[in-house]
């Protein structure tokens, strides 16, 4: 049982039961533990005063209670519900009738319901499905096995020509080797089955040729074969391994051939040795051999012994698997007599004692589900039966739906449900308890009529594969809502980190703004409908972390402060709707980018208004398509990236663009100032003029625009931490975006110096850098994230690109959906790594790729708890991080502009504090319409394999010699002489002050109050009070005499 989910079916409030009865339970529920039960409305207080009253004042003792007792104290304790209620719960309790309870009855009885209940939902809970994939495999025959290494975390499948698949947990296929280099023997050998000996880390492989091969999984070489059974009777098609959890030296290797016979190998020893190495053997490893099965039948191997049966009469033995819990071999075959054969292992565990069932036409294939002790045939007359594996006669359950024969069945364990899959391509999912089909899943199975299935379902990681002769198809399971963690109700589109406040702060497309607390993963604030229905798609902090700014799809930028109050708001669209993409804080301006290719700014110094009008951009119109984003780097450089692939870099200062950066060209533009001194480029959108001498570098470039988004430019980051970069001529602009390519650029000789592949065949990537340079992160459509090292990566320049990529440190997929955004934050000298994602969470995990939570999960973490990490290098730190001060403060400091024009002065320190904080944006869901409508019809393009680089030492240019004697060195004097320096001086007695007296006896008067104000003032108050005395005193006497 779940008892998470257990404490969470109790109310945690304290108030009287109905009252919350459905704050408790989340809604309304299904069954008969439904909310109107008493036992469902008690809340944890409740409990606990039901605890008392069972407690005894005698140690080890506990208080029984009858019907009447149990009621009436009930009715005391509890102030609500109805006597009737109280009974009924009592005997529910009371299930042997003896007439009383105490608590260990009553809290059994709710374990116990609520465990019914967790299993009932886990039963009627149908899995959602991806769409159906075909894995890209290289096999040219009959694929024969899929198996999942647990210890390597990687797929096998094997076909019958003997090729071997090795795939990555992500299923990219890695490598695929024969799984024999005897080529001769390629033509007249058949590989029939695989298995996995997972506690001695081999593969054991059955052939046509009466052999089946043992090969070492942890060897040097690739799959070498360690053993060689050889002189079997019999061509085996079928086998199973089974091993002991508790003890691994003891195993069963079972097999099955074309004459019937059933046989097994049952190893004592299996960790030390399979087989005993004949005397004088070459002790080499790779060196393989040789096991007559002749030797392993007469106990020649005391490390082994073995069990066989022939009760399937020379009819071919389809599947047979080993169970522990019944320890019994079980085997089929398509014959309609002994069609199924349970082989129980005696006391003695070398003799065998046979139970067969016999089933009307055969049956293709079965499982057993040793929890539900059932034993599940797939019959080739349409049927799907249940067995008790205990009854021969007939089976305690006929699964009716097919309409052709069943060739496979498997037990969904967890949620006691069974999968099956029909010849004409159908499969059903069935609730086994109430025997009936909960799902039907249609897909687009090849048309092929004559086809070898092979079914597999990985319940870990919840994939079906299904092969249709040399294709491999996959269902991948969708994550159920009740068990994914949310950090927002939609998407979420935005995070950034607060430095300050050490605090998440996220967005979502139903335009909700969440504050999280990164040391424990708790929420403290949230901010509703900030911009109404709209959503939210890229937000910012501005430089003194005060202020937040939302960017929305409804054509505005919201300036809040902390508190949820919104003190402007900046009209970007002009009263339209548009997309936003980035918004950049800087000293003097506010920039926003997205929108019409243009950038639209706003200067704090004129925000005197609530609502904000967008002033002119000196620069104008220099993209030819969408501006994805932007980024800064002190004292003017500013670069904005578009979705057809182009970076202009920019003169802040000016506001001119000066050369635009693309992967297949550089050129240089003119400044308009120059060619149109007396106008400024407004709102028109002509596209600006190549000089000839550029045109002339372009070649064959030419202006249309990248349809695809193979070149889009989604992030860009500068490394703003090396600081000598001008010098050394390495790279100080990263990009990243369309194709999964990141590429490093110097922003100050205008070149490309590197490009790689950080993830292949995914579309477009996102990024993000660490304040040092030393950690990239990429995040792709699939949920994957990679952590590289840049520490070292294209420092110096080089005469030819750069393709190698820098050194991986980690893979992982924290998210099911694509990543929307990347952030990277320092606490206490550990970098984390926030990223957001389409599937509704926030997650949190470490440059490790240890996972530290997820912003919502029940439970809160506690970030010293995490793994720890190499502490940050405080000498690296940059000399312009400032301490930050959190009083109330305008948007943006008053200071006086950066220096002046000059563009390659970055490396005076002086300039690097004009810092930019800028907010992102997802792809999918933000951008424009125009790209998501060319993306939609975009195809995926899959490589087989993923290069992995090899870590290279950071110390390999180090040299080391020998040590240089140290010259003697003189004690300095406090050592020689420690009394002259370290006795202590006697103490001085200095004079007693004296005491003053009390403050009470100083006082020479008592304080009066009215002796503060005049004399007149308070003789006008005391007549007037005189006066209002007399004139009710003459009222109420005439009142009176009225009355009489």
């Not at 220096?899 to 490396?907: N, R």
């Amino acid at each position: 049982m779940n008892y998470q989910n257990a404490t969470l079916e109790l109310n945690v409030g304290s108030q009287p039961g109905p009252k919350n009865a459905q704050r408790a339970e989340g809604g309304p529920e299904h069954g008969d533990y439904g909310p109107a039960l008493l036992e469902n409305q008690l809340s944890v207080g409740d409990f606990v005063k039901i605890q008392s009253a069972f407690e005894s004042p005698e140690p080890r003792q506990t208080i029984s209670m009858s019907r009447e007792e149990f009621m009436q104290k009930m009715k005391e304790l509890i102030g609500w519900g109805t006597e009737k209620e109280y009974q009924e719960l009592f005997d529910k309790v009371d299930v042997a009738r003896d007439g009383f309870i105490n608590w260990d009855k009553l809290t059994s009885f709710m374990l116990l319901a609520l465990c019914e209940k967790d299993e009932r939902a886990k039963a009627t809970v149908v899995p959602q499905w991806k769409a159906l994939e075909f894995l890209p495999a290289k096999h040219k025959d009959i694929i024969q096995k899929v198996i999942f290494l647990k210890s390597s975390s990687r797929y096998l499948t094997l076909s019958k020509e003997g090729l071997l698949g090795i795939w990555g947990e992500n299923l990219k296929l890695q490598e695929t080797l024969p799984i024999t280099t005897d080529v001769t023997k390629l033509k007249h050998l058949w590989v029939t089955s695989l298995v996995s000996l997972e506690n001695v880390n081999k593969i054991a492989v059955a052939f046509t040729s009466k052999e089946i091969c043992f090969y070492d999984l942890l060897s040097k070489e690739e799959f070498p074969c360690q053993y060689k059974l050889q002189g079997l009777q019999a061509t085996p098609i079928c086998m199973d391994y089974w091993y002991d959890p508790l003890d691994a030296n003891e195993s069963i290797l079972s097999f099955g051939d074309i004459t019937g016979k059933v046989q097994a190998i049952s190893f004592t020893a299996a960790l030390i040795s399979l087989f005993e190495r004949p005397p004088g053997a070459c002790e080499d490893e790779d060196t393989t051999m040789t096991i007559n099965w002749a030797e392993v039948l007469s106990g020649y191997h005391k490390c082994c012994y073995t069990v066989q049966h022939k009760l399937h009469h020379g009819d071919w033995v389809r599947q047979v698997a080993y169970d522990a819990s019944l320890d019994a071999i079980i085997s089929s075959t398509t014959s309609n007599t002994n069609t199924v054969v349970l082989a129980w292992r005696e006391k003695s565990k070398q003799h065998l004692k046979m139970t067969s069932f016999s089933i009307a036409q055969g049956i293709h294939a079965f499982d057993y589900h040793s929890r539900l002790n059932l034993l599940a045939t797939a019959g080739i007359n349409n049927k799907v039966c249940l067995w008790n594996p205990y009854v021969v006669s007939k089976p305690v359950g006929v699964l009716w739906g097919h309409s052709a024969s069943v060739i496979a069945v498997q037990f969904f364990a967890e949620r006691k449900q069974l999968f099956s899959f029909s010849k004409d391509k159908v499969l059903r999912l069935w609730d086994i308890q109430h025997q009936l089909s909960i799902q039907r899943i249609a897909c687009s199975f090849p048309k092929s009529q004559d086809f070898r299935c092979l079914f597999h379902f990985d319940e870990a990681h919840g994939r079906l594969f299904i092969s249709f002769n040399n294709q491999l198809a996959l269902l991948a399971m969708k994550t159920e809502a009740s068990k994914k963690v949310k950090s927002h109700e939609k998407a979420v589109t935005c995070v950034l980190y607060s430095s300050v406040w050490k605090q998440v702060i996220s967005s979502d497309t139903g335009s909700t703004v969440s504050f999280w607390m990164i040391d424990t993963g708790q929420k403290i604030k949230q901010f509703t409908g900030c911009h109404g229905d709209a959503e939210i798609s890229t937000m910012a902090l501005d430089a003194n972390e005060t202020r937040l700014l939302t960017g929305s799809t409804d054509g505005t930028v919201k300036i809040w402060d902390f508190n949820g109050y919104c003190h402007h708001t900046l009209n970007v669209g002009q009263d339209g709707a548009v997309d936003i993409s980035q918004i950049l804080v800087l000293k003097k301006t506010v920039l926003v980018t997205g929108w019409e290719r243009a950038i639209t700014v706003f200067r704090p110094q004129n925000f005197n208004q609530f609502f904000i009008q967008p002033e002119e951009w000196k620069g104008g119109v220099e993209h030819h398509d969408d501006i994805l984003c932007a980024a800064f780097l002190p004292p003017q450089t500013l670069v904005t990236g578009s979705y057809d692939g182009e970076i202009i870099l920019w003169n802040n200062s000016t506001e001119n663009a000066h050369h635009v950066l693309h992967p297949d060209y550089q050129r240089l533009l003119k400044s308009k100032l120059d060619t149109e001194p007396h106008k400024l480029l407004s709102a028109g959108r002509s596209r600006p003029t190549t000089p000839i001498a550029d045109q002339a570098n372009l070649g064959a470039y030419s202006s249309e625009i990248d349809t695809e988004g193979n070149n889009a430019v989604m992030r860009l980051c500068f490394l703003e931490a090396r600081t000598n970069i001008a010098v050394t001529e390495g790279a100080n602009l990263v990009s990243c975006g369309g194709s999964g390519y990141v590429r490093f650029w110097d922003t100050f000789k205008k070149q490309l110096l590197a490009e790689f592949v950080a993830h292949s065949g995914v579309g477009s990537i996102i990024m993000s850098i660490d304040k040092l340079n030393r950690y990239l992160v990429t995040g792709d459509l699939d949920g994957w994230l990679k952590i590289w090292n840049i520490e070292e990566y294209c420092l110096n320049s080089s005469k030819n690109k750069v393709t190698q990529p820098p050194t991986l440190i980690r893979s992982f997929q924290p998210h099911e959906d694509r990543i929307i955004c990347l952030e990277m934050c320092e606490l206490g000298g550990r970098w984390l790594i926030i990223s957001s994602s389409a599937d509704c969470s926030i997650s949190v995990t470490d440059v490790c790729g240890s996972p530290v939570g997820i912003f919502g999960q029940a439970k809160h973490w506690q970030i010293e708890d995490c793994i720890s990490l190499p502490k940050r290098d405080t000498n690296l730190r940059e000399s312009e991080i400032q301490e930050k001060s959190i009083r109330t403060i305008p948007l943006l400091s008053k200071e006086e502009l950066c220096l002046g024009p000059t563009e390659h002065s970055l490396h005076d320190k002086k300039n690097k504090d004009d810092s930019t904080y800028n907010g992102r944006v997802s792809e999918d869901i933000n951008l424009g319409m125009k790209y998501k409508e060319r993306n939609a019809h975009r195809k995926k393009t899959y490589k087989l394999y993923d290069v992995l680089q090899k870590t290279s030492s950071s110390f390999r240019s180090l040299s080391i010699g020998a040590l240089k004697e140290l010259p003697e060195v003189s004690k300095p004097a406090f050592l020689l002489d420690p009394e002259k320096y370290f006795l202590e001086e006697p103490q001085e007695e200095y004079p007693k002050i004296p005491e003053l007296p009390p403050f009470s006896e100083t006082l020479k008067a008592v304080f009066d109050e009215k002796n503060l104000f005049p004399k007149e003032i308070l003789d006008r108050e005391r007549r007037a009070k005189q006066l209002r005395q007399e004139t009710s005193s003459e009222v109420k006497i005439k009142r009176n005499k009225k009355q009489l």
